[in-house]
């Protein structure tokens, strides 16, 4: 019997939680999940209930039934009572991962652009800030481009550090990370199953995302949303690491864009991808 309930209980079909608000959300979707259960099983014991008790007898003569107030009337509150009372229940926790205004002080933000069918992510570089492009100036919009999908633009001094990686990016442990994800092509989903975090990303607009990991280890992003004909490979890898561990990660990175641009001194090129990774497609 154990055994059946297991299998049944889709909130152990969960991946591990690492995000310091991914604990509320599971136990939000727990009590709709059970509500749910309990529903589904009243409803339709109800009706196999009266399946049976009215089924076909011979003789016996059926009779037209033009409503009963009473009834409607309860079919109708009832719900509504229970889909406010759910709204006003999760609202708080609604508010705290996805207001805008709520979004704590960032630790970390990284730019994200899904395409299909893969990801960019894009790092403020060595000066700790984004150069002109696409996200920071709207009318440099016109120079994305698959070699520039971020829309950098090189005569902008600031930008001449920022980095980007493709189908992987890499974050510190307990640090408030925004992400402003975005899409060069269709819409796609920003999801971090271990995050609890999912937010689909439009052409044109930054969606402003927010987590806070509390451990580290390599875990997947995901599209979730059906994106053409290669949506079930555009995923990513990401690392989350110690502090210390993410300081050396991006001064390494910080020095391989110095030489970088050390050895294209003069031309125009694009900010440089500096780590990309193929993850195996499944
Ligand atoms: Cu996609």
């Known amino acids: 019997m154990g055994d059946i309930f297991k299998v049944f209980n889709m909130m152990a079909w969960f991946p591990e939680n690492v995000s310091t608000f991914g604990a509320e959300l599971d136990n939000l979707f727990g009590v709709i999940y059970y509500l749910s259960v309990v529903i589904f099983f009243l409803t339709f014991g109800i009706m196999g209930y009266f399946l049976i008790k009215y089924r076909h007898k011979e003789g016996r003569k059926g009779y037209n039934y033009h409503g009963n107030n009473i009834v409607e009337l309860t079919w109708t509150i009832l719900p509504t009572i229970l889909f406010a ?5 999760t609202d708080s926790a609604w508010a705290e991962t996805k207001y805008s205004h709520k979004v704590p002080v960032a630790d970390v933000e990284i730019l994200v652009l899904g395409k ?12 700790g800030k984004f150069g002109r492009n696409a996200y920071t100036d709207r009318s440099a919009r016109h120079l994305m481009s698959t070699t520039n999908p971020f829309g950098i633009d090189s005569t902008d001094e600031a930008g001449m550090d920022d980095f980007v990686t493709e189908n992987q990016f890499k974050i510190p442990v307990n640090s408030n990370v925004v992400v402003r994800g975005s899409s060069i092509d269709v819409l796609h989903s920003f999801f971090l199953p271990h995050m609890r975090v999912k937010q689909d990303v439009i052409p044109g607009l930054w969606m402003k995302i927010w987590f806070n990991a509390f451990k580290t280890g390599n875990y997947e992003l995901a599209c979730a949303e059906l994106c053409g004909g290669g949506h079930y490979s555009m995923r990513a890898e990401y690392e989350i690491l110690s502090k210390s561990g993410y300081d050396k990660w991006l001064d390494q990175k910080n020095s391989d864009v110095k030489q970088l641009r050390m050895m294209s001194a003069g031309t125009t090129e694009p900010a440089p991808i500096v780590e990309e990774s193929h993850p195996a497609s499944h």
Not at 85 to 89: H, N, Q, T, V
């Open 85 to 89: 009372g759910l709204g006003l229940y």
């Open 116 to 127: 299909q069918f893969g990801w960019y992510a894009m790092y403020p570089g060595a000066d």
